[in-house]
Nanobody
Framework: QVQLVESGGGLVQAGGSLRLSCAAS????????MGWFRQAPGKERDFVAG????????VYADSVKGRFTISRDNAKNTVYLQMNSLKPEDTAVYYC????????????????????WGQGTQVTISS
């Protein structure tokens, strides 16, 4: 079993930055795939970014490319999402997810591929 705990959400103005953290426990997740998803009110939970394998290959949704960066600290068993140039449309609950396998660049974007989820952290961007 893997437990995931997100932190770092909050309220910031448009153009600002936030860094989300996802601390994993129960298993070492660094060899496998982890992702960030987000869900706005009344919408589906959408893929934001993923990191996979020992090389840490990364994938991003088009809407966040160039603004968000996913990274991980293997020693801390933690994945981060650095979010810059935030926009009001980035407002959502952000969820961390993990799976104990290495997903391809296509499968890493699919929420059904993940077995473990955090509780979510609210990110609100004011205009």
């Amino acid at each position: 079993q893997v437990q995931l705990v997100e932190s770092g959400g909050g309220l910031v103005q448009a153009g600002g930055s936030l860094r989300l953290s996802c601390a994993a426990s129960g298993r070492t997740v660094s060899p496998f795939s982890m992702g960030w998803f987000r869900q706005a009110p009344g919408k589906e939970r959408d893929f934001v970014a993923g990191i996979s394998g020992m090389r840490g290959n990364t994938v991003y949704a088009d809407s966040v490319k160039g603004r968000f960066t996913i990274s991980r600290d293997n020693a801390k068993n933690t994945v981060y999402l650095q979010m810059n140039s935030l926009k009001p449309e980035d407002t959502a609950v952000y969820y961390c997810a993990a799976v104990l396998s290495v997903l391809s660049t296509i499968r890493i974007t699919a929420r059904d591929e993940y077995d473990y989820w955090g509780q979510g952290t609210q990110v609100t961007i004011s205009s």
